[in-house]
């Protein structure tokens, strides 16, 4: 499986953006770019995921690089709630048969937000 | 909203008894999953299913069985719990449906203890 290399913590004030950073050198051309989270006491939630290009949603941005070595998170307005363990993962894309789309995950970066 | 609950929230257990962990998703997905989570070690996939009575090994299933008699449900079986089986255990669906397909949604996670 390709691995990902993510900063263990990061920290942000309430109401900035933070850019929160993966890389993923050996990515292969059918990998898919996820990002979860971790609030604490709660199972991992669903943030984002993207391919190739450059992705938005209502809770986040995803940045890709054009080579693919590398993604951001953005969030564009931190909150306490935001205050996370945020994991970047590659997930191949599904294959027929047993299609079970395993997802790795790493150790994932501590984001601590402060009021 | 996708929902999945999982039946005990904290579960203290003795070494040697048969721990179920039942987990159950309310989205008719085809995919179901179980992981355990260690500080260090991240989530790793035990056991998962894609579909009802299908099961496949994940990266870590000694010591584990499962069971999918309905869809919507997804057993853990601990046959004789140890003590180095004390984790968090989060379980997690995911349909198969093209375009819904790219994001697992987990429980809020079991924490067992066996002492």
């Known amino acids: 499986d390709a691995k990902t290399t993510q900063p263990n913590s990061m920290e942000s004030n309430e109401e900035e953006p933070v850019h929160l950073p993966c890389n993923h050198s050996?990515?292969?051309?059918?990998?898919?770019i996820h990002w979860y989270r971790q609030l604490p006491s709660q199972g991992p939630e669903y943030v984002i995921h993207?391919?190739?290009s450059n992705v938005n949603n209502r809770m986040a941005s995803l940045a890709i690089a054009e080579d693919r070595k590398s993604s951001t998170l953005i969030l564009h307005r931190a909150t306490l709630r935001d205050a996370a363990v945020y994991y970047c993962i590659l997930r191949p894309q599904t294959q027929g048969g047993t299609s079970y789309g395993k997802l790795t995950f790493g150790q994932g970066t501590i984001l601590t937000v402060h009021p | 909203d996708v929902k999945v609950t999982q039946s005990s929230r904290y579960l203290v257990k003795r070494t040697g008894e048969k721990v179920f962990l039942e987990c159950v998703q309310d989205?008719?997905?085809?995919?179901m999953f179980w992981y355990r989570q260690d500080p260090g070690l991240g989530l790793r996939l035990i056991y998962f299913?894609?579909?009802?009575?299908?099961?496949e090994k994940g990266d870590i299933p000694e010591g584990y069985s499962v069971s999918r008699e309905k869809k919507e449900r997804f057993s853990l079986i601990l046959e004789s719990a140890s003590t180095n089986q004390t984790s968090m255990y989060l379980c997690a669906s995911r349909s198969d449906i093209i375009g819904l397909s790219e994001t697992q949604y987990f429980g809020p996670g079991t924490r067992l203890l066996v002492l």
């Open positions: 299913s894609y579909d009802v009575k299908m099961k």
């Open positions: 993207g391919l190739t």
């Open positions: 050996t990515i292969s051309g059918t990998d898919y």
């Open positions: 989205m008719d997905h085809e995919n």
